[in-house]
């Protein structure tokens, strides 16, 4: 017979063993997976804060760098929101300093 209570048990064992090893693959390349479970909502208003004045600051920076380059100013928005956008959900460091700088203007 093909289901044996073994191989069964094997198989709930190796599925078992995949999930988990693809939870922990996740989490170390999406690092938001491991922090927005234990997310407090009073920090909320201090990120909020943050996010504005980081876009406050940001987006006026990309959109003249991308002028500077003799692009449209909406390249400009663009290159400032996707990259912070893309930080929040694949970054780690605190310390990464985020913005449009006139290298990748250039570039």
Same mark, same amino acid.
């Given at each position: 017979?093909?289901?044996?209570? $073994? ?7 190796? $599925? ?21 479970? $234990? ?69």
């Amino acid at each position: 017979m093909h289901g044996d209570g $073994n191989s069964i048990l094997r198989r709930r064992r190796r $599925n078992a063993w995949t999930t988990k090893t693809l939870s922990k693959t996740l989490s170390e390349f999406v690092p938001i997976t491991r922090w927005l479970p $234990n997310y407090k909502s009073g920090d909320l208003l201090s990120d909020t804060i943050g996010g504005l004045t980081l876009g406050v600051m940001v987006v006026p920076q990309g959109m003249a760098y991308i002028s500077m380059a003799g692009l449209a100013p909406a390249y400009g928005l663009y290159s400032s929101f996707f990259p912070c956008l893309l930080y929040m959900i694949l970054g780690t460091s605190h310390h990464v300093s985020l913005g449009v700088f006139g290298v990748i203007s250039l570039m």
